[in-house]
């Protein structure tokens, strides 16, 4: 009698930066890829995060885990190899790059799947064997947000279950859709007491604005300038924290711009300030919001300006961002910092000649016909993922990854605690963590040196985040700010609507994940653009129809479906595509490095008939 076991493992969903607790089910011995080699995603009911909870994605892990298209053995110039093949042909490449164009040729990027030590490795894999500067993540949606918190201090330390019992919440964005199991605690909260406040700064009528005591509406691009102003109210009604505020707008002219009356702002205001305690909670999904980063700058402010107990929360996209991001990006002593952004905007320009890519697809991320035509361009590019992406297809060496629950490692949770996660399944066929990539690679490149890396020195680099005073960092933002309150005219006559993308159930982010899962070409599997009937009326194009969408950037055609939630003058497509990506500009900031990318003016047409 064939006798097969199932297993059960609890262990944290690796999609997004909830990291809500699940527990896996499997049966052993069974082959891989087969309808019962993963049996379910079960509730893990105990886990102190999300209670059992779980988004549609997080149902879907098992999927994840099982997929068909999983990477599973390394690849060299189309050719399946062995571990030992691949590695010593990457070594190989690398040194002859470092050889011929100098160490500062080779560049290394990663996104947000990695572990703390796996992050801690990469650093040293860039900066210590390859003795590159060149290493940084790469998160062109929470990238900027995440600079501004290393700087002033990350908002650690508070509990989900305190959150929960808070009498307001700001809510900064579409957190509801993006990070879908938040809302049980965000609920609670303002289920709790008849007096508690639910208040959501987001330009569009989205599903978490229509549990919202008060919806803030600001103009796309705009929501940094409400919450300047909300700041500065705040300040002057409190003597505390004022002479630390410097911002003075002309508080009607911020209306006028934002579209938000003086009477709303002011209610926010007075809501946050008479609160014993609540949270500022912001999620920014690729160029929602304008000058996000200088959102986040200003949400933190208004935590310390109110008298009350208020925690600011950023919810990155992906799983480890926040982690990998610290870890990564801090340069150590005598070494130079530099963003990711920037190194793609060497590789871009050339500079950068091989790139190690872990973890990241830049095509789905920032898609671009020059980044794809510089990709293609390079002496040698390796990329280390666990599904097929555009990126993975111009790879010189391709190596298999693990996920979350197949690696194990710590990872940093939003309140700055770190996780354990032991591997609860096996990698699928010779697919490896990258740990063990990481270090096989190293070995290979330097064999006499060793790579290791501990839990002490990655606790170091957590604490090691510079504290930049308020001041300072006002200093850099009030232009933005200024800029931002000065509307460019000229603009708006060549490319009359904005543009602004949306989060739909299911997929995340750039969709690099996300559409390879069954459901997704159900749940909006081709790209669209959104639009409100009476925009519909006036173009006089009809439900399914092809639109042309151009920006200064690109155009595109996608059909057009209605939404009566849109306000005028804007529109709106699904963010997992790059299709929908392509047509927003590149802005790399220059103060920090990281891509400040908002909602984006455009122009809607009919396509021109083909003769
Ligand atoms: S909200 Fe995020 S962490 Fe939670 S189940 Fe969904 S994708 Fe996973």
Same mark, same amino acid.
């Given at each position: 009698m064939a006798v097969t076991k199932v297993n059960r493992s609890k262990t944290i969903c690796p999609?997004?930066? =909830?990291q809500d607790g699940l527990i896996l089910q499997w049966k052993h011995p069974s082959p891989r890829?087969?309808?019962?080699?993963i049996a379910s995603v079960d509730y893990d009911?105990? &886990?102190?995060?999300?209670?059992?909870s779980l988004c549609p994605r997080g149902n879907a892990v098992a999927e994840l885990v099982?997929?068909?298209? !999983? =990477?599973?053995a390394p690849v060299v110039n189309g050719q399946q190899v062995d571990w030992d093949k691949a590695l010593g042909q990457a070594a190989t490449s690398l040194k002859k790059v470092a050889k011929k /164009?100098?160490?500062?040729?080779l560049g290394v990027l990663a996104g947000g799947g990695l572990t703390l030590e796996e992050a801690l490795l990469l650093r040293k894999l860039g900066r210590?064997? =390859?003795? @590159?500067? &060149?290493v940084a993540p790469y998160f062109p949606d929470d990238g900027a947000v995440f600079h501004y918190l290393s700087r002033l201090g990350w908002d650690d330390g508070f509990r989900l279950e305190d959150l929960q019992k808070r009498q307001v919440m700001l809510l900064v964005g579409d957190v509801f859709m993006e990070h879908p199991v938040i809302s049980k605690r965000v609920l609670r909260a303002k289920y709790k007491d008849r007096q508690h406040r639910l208040l959501v700064i987001d330009s569009a009528n989205t599903q978490t604005a229509a549990?919202? /005591?008060e919806h803030l509406r600001? !103009?796309?691009?705009t929501e940094a300038l409400v919450l300047a102003g909300i700041a500065q109210m705040v300040s002057e009604a409190q003597s505390k924290g004022a002479r630390d505020f410097s911002l003075k707008f002309d508080l009607e002219a911020v209306a006028q711009r934002t579209g938000v009356s003086q009477h709303k702002m002011g209610a926010v205001a007075s809501a946050l300030s008479s609160a014993s305690d609540g949270a500022i909670i912001q999620s920014n999904l690729?160029? #929602?919001?304008?000058l996000h980063g200088a959102c986040a700058l200003l949400g933190h402010a208004l935590t310390r300006l109110v008298p009350g107990k208020l925690t600011f929360v950023h919810l990155p996209v992906l799983w480890n961002g926040r982690g990998v991001y610290q870890v990564l990006s801090a340069a150590g002593k005598g070494q130079r910092a530099i963003s990711g952004p920037q190194i793609m905007e060497m590789v871009m320009e050339g500079q950068i000649r091989a790139l190690l890519l872990f973890g990241l697809d830049p095509l789905s991320a920032t898609p671009s016909k020059k980044l794809a035509s510089a990709l293609k361009k390079l002496d040698f590019l390796l990329v280390a993922d666990v599904l097929p992406t555009n990126s993975t297809s111009l790879a010189h060496i391709l190596l298999p990854a693990a996920i979350g629950p197949e690696k194990g490692g710590q990872v940093l949770y939003l309140n700055g605690d770190g996780q354990e996660i032991e591997p609860a399944v096996p990698p699928p066929g010779l697919a490896r963590p990258e740990r063990e990539i990481i270090a096989g690679l190293a070995q290979r490149i330097s064999p006499n040196q060793e790579l290791s890396g501990t839990t002490a020195e990655i606790e170091k680099i957590l604490k090691g985040d510079k504290k930049t005073s308020w001041t300072e960092i006002f200093g850099e933002v009030e232009p933005l700010l200024v800029k931002r309150l000065?509307?460019?005219? !000229?603009?708006k006559t060549a490319y009359p609507l904005f543009l602004v993308p949306a989060a739909v159930p299911a997929h995340l982010g750039?969709?690099?994940? @996300? #559409? /390879?899962?069954?459901w997704a070409q159900k749940v909006c599997g081709a790209p669209c653009v959104w639009a409100s009937p009476s925009l519909m009326d006036e173009l006089n194009v009809e439900q399914g129809a092809q639109v042309q969408v151009s920006s200064k950037v690109n155009q595109a055609l996608f059909p057009l479906a209605s939404d009566d939630s849109l306000p005028k003058g804007v529109i709106s497509a699904p963010a997992h595509f790059p299709e929908v990506r392509r047509l927003f500009s590149w802005n790399?900031?220059? !103060? /920090?490095?990281?891509l400040e990318i908002g909602p984006e003016r455009v122009l809607l047409s009919q396509p021109k008939e083909r003769s």
């Open positions: 999609v997004c930066s =909830l890829f087969s309808e019962n080699s009911a105990e &886990n102190a995060i999300n209670e059992g099982e997929h068909p298209l !999983r =990477l599973d /164009h100098g160490p500062e040729a210590e064997i =390859l003795g @590159t500067q &060149n549990f919202a /005591h600001p !103009r796309p691009g690729y160029g #929602r919001q304008g000065s509307a460019e005219e !000229r603009e750039d969709g690099s994940v @996300t #559409r /390879h899962f069954s790399l900031d220059s !103060r /920090h490095g990281e």
